[in-house]
């Protein structure tokens, strides 16, 4: 539970980073990722600032983004007439799930308007350090996912809807979202359903029956594009386990001044290992571990963290899979606690007070404990209010497993020296041993790769060589794509140009 150590390891990248903020800030620019372009390909890499986009204050405006049913029907109605300026290509809907009977698929012509059903939007990944189960999909398999239902991502408006409306679907719907965008579907070609489709038959929601199909659109097996052909590099939208630990202050505090606001999505009893519980004080004899997942080896926070539930954010905390007014989620980010004492709370586990959560130019870390119920977050956050947002795709899942701690059967998770040590970077509470996986078996998921490896970053390095393979040679030889901090995909490395061309 050390609140004082910090890691050292790879101090090259973070003086490398460092100067590429200061010249940056030169330049007039504020976000820390360092935004650039490849000359060869004419590829943005964007920051975090740029990938989010904000809402307007009614939804009803939106033309991307966060969109009502009143949007989405005006378009699947009249497509050709209807689609929002800039889109050549046809209006995809991905559904996590089916609606209700009665209202299954929204209704598509098949032709111009197509209406599918998709949940699969995370893979078992490695970064080099550990393998988690529930990363962003990898270059070929979002590849996979667009030719099998005939998308082209630089062409389609695609929509990301829950199906039958719940908090669940939601998480999902995110992730879809997310998914999209990190792989450089630009922000007018993809949005968010806002409400189920239960929602959108309803009164209030305005659908009739004849706005629904009890089928999805036949599936195509028909190439129409690549991730490969976008021009964007969204991968900061990415918070790598090095991305974080980089950014936690030596305390567990709730620190205003450094740029970072650290937002974790879980409930206030895995927050607090069982300190405090979403309903108020535990009773008497609570066991601590009833909130452990997947066979953590403890349970808490990183230091530094707010903690406001994913849950608060939804309309009757997802019953419809509608989020709340933009007002409304900007009071919690401004530090307000709502008329159920809901609010963002630090490690002392008490309500931060309002001015003292987000800060204007803070860069928001999101995460919960395998990266699902953040992306609901992540929409608040990046799709709504518009600010620089990253998500932890490893989570707590990830980071709770790198414990020097010893697993079920007696083996250390990580050794003492492993600079991959979070615990030491927590506030948390062993689990009991029988319940701790062995984390560092390749037959557990996650396990433990490499204990001593020098970076975090595997798993973005190679999607960034996937969408480069066919990027054109520039004359110095490079092929295009260099990373935080300088790393490559291929060729030599050139210090990168913060100011862009």
């Known amino acids: 539970m050390s609140r004082s150590w910090r890691r050292d390891g790879g101090a090259g990248r973070l003086v490398a980073a460092s100067m590429g903020i200061a010249m940056l800030a030169a330049c007039g620019g504020e976000d820390r990722s360092g935004a650039e372009t490849t000359p060869a390909a004419s590829r943005i890499v964007n920051t975090p600032a740029q990938i989010a986009q904000e809402s307007a204050d009614d939804y009803d405006d939106n033309r991307s983004g966060l969109i009502t049913g009143k949007t989405l029907k005006r378009w699947k109605d009249n497509w050709l007439q209807e689609r929002p300026a800039g889109i050549?290509?046809?209006?995809?809907?991905?559904?996590?799930?089916?609606?209700?009977?009665?209202?299954?698929?929204?209704?598509?012509?098949?032709?111009?308007?197509?209406?599918?059903?998709?949940?699969?939007?995370?893979?078992?990944?490695?970064?080099?350090?550990?393998?988690?189960?529930?990363?962003?999909?990898?270059?070929?398999?979002?590849?996979?996912?667009?030719?099998?239902?005939?998308?082209?991502?630089?062409?389609?408006?695609?929509?990301?809807?829950?199906?039958?409306?719940?908090?669940?679907?939601?998480?999902?719907?995110?992730?879809c979202w997310y998914t999209l965008r990190y792989w450089g579907v630009a922000a007018d070609h993809l949005a968010v359903l806002n409400g189920g489709n239960q929602y959108l038959a309803s009164s209030e929601g305005g659908w009739s029956a004849a706005d629904f199909s009890t089928d999805a659109s036949p599936v195509t097996n028909k190439y129409a594009g690549s991730v490969r052909d976008l021009k964007e590099d969204n991968t900061a939208l990415q918070a790598t386990l090095e991305d974080v630990i980089n950014v936690l202050p030596l305390e567990d505090g709730n620190r205003s001044t450094d740029g970072i606001f650290l937002w974790d999505a879980r409930s206030l009893d895995q927050f607090s290992a069982g300190e405090l519980l979403e309903s108020g004080a535990p009773p008497e004899g609570y066991n601590y571990t009833s909130s452990f997942q997947n066979g953590g080896s403890r349970q808490g926070h990183p230091r530094g963290a707010l903690q406001l539930q994913y849950t608060n954010v939804l309309v009757n905390g997802g019953a419809d899979g509608r989020y709340k007014s933009k007002a409304?989620?900007?009071?919690?980010?401004?530090?307000?606690?709502?008329?159920?004492?809901?609010?963002?709370?630090?490690?002392?586990?008490?309500?931060?007070?309002?001015?003292?959560?987000?800060?204007?130019?803070?860069?928001?870390?999101?995460?919960?404990?395998?990266?699902?119920?953040?992306?609901?977050?992540?929409?608040?956050?990046?799709?709504?209010?518009?600010?620089?947002?990253?998500?932890?795709?490893?989570?707590?899942i990830e980071w709770n497993s790198l414990s020097y701690i010893a697993d079920k059967n007696g083996n250390f998770i990580l050794p003492a020296k492993s600079v991959w040590r979070t615990d030491v970077l927590s506030f948390f509470k062993p689990g009991v041993q029988a319940q701790i996986a062995p984390r560092n078996d390749a037959s557990a998921t996650p396990y433990v790769v490499d204990a001593s490896a020098e970076h975090a970053d595997e798993a973005i390095l190679a999607d960034k060589a996937y969408a480069r393979a066919n990027d054109p040679v520039d004359d110095g030889g490079t092929t295009g794509g260099t990373t935080t901090g300088g790393s490559t995909t291929g060729g030599t490395t050139a210090p990168p140009n913060p100011c862009g061309g």
């Open 88 to 175: 050549k290509g046809n209006l995809v809907i991905f559904q996590i799930g089916k609606g209700p009977a009665g209202a299954e698929f929204i209704k598509a012509d098949h032709e111009t308007v197509f209406s599918y059903q998709e949940n699969a939007w995370q893979e078992e990944r490695s970064n080099g350090v550990i393998k988690t189960p529930g990363m962003v999909l990898s270059g070929a398999q979002i590849d996979a996912l667009l030719r099998r239902y005939g998308v082209n991502p630089s062409e389609d408006l695609i929509v990301c809807a829950p199906g039958t409306g719940s908090a669940s679907n939601a998480m999902i719907q995110g992730r």
């Open 328 to 396: 409304e989620i900007k009071a919690y980010l401004d530090g307000e606690v709502d008329a159920a004492g809901k609010g963002f709370r630090d490690g002392t586990l008490q309500p931060v007070g309002s001015g003292n959560a987000y800060q204007p130019g803070d860069v928001v870390y999101t995460y919960c404990e395998t990266a699902v119920r953040a992306a609901i977050t992540t929409v608040a956050s990046a799709v709504i209010l518009g600010h620089p947002t990253r998500l932890y795709d490893g989570s707590m």
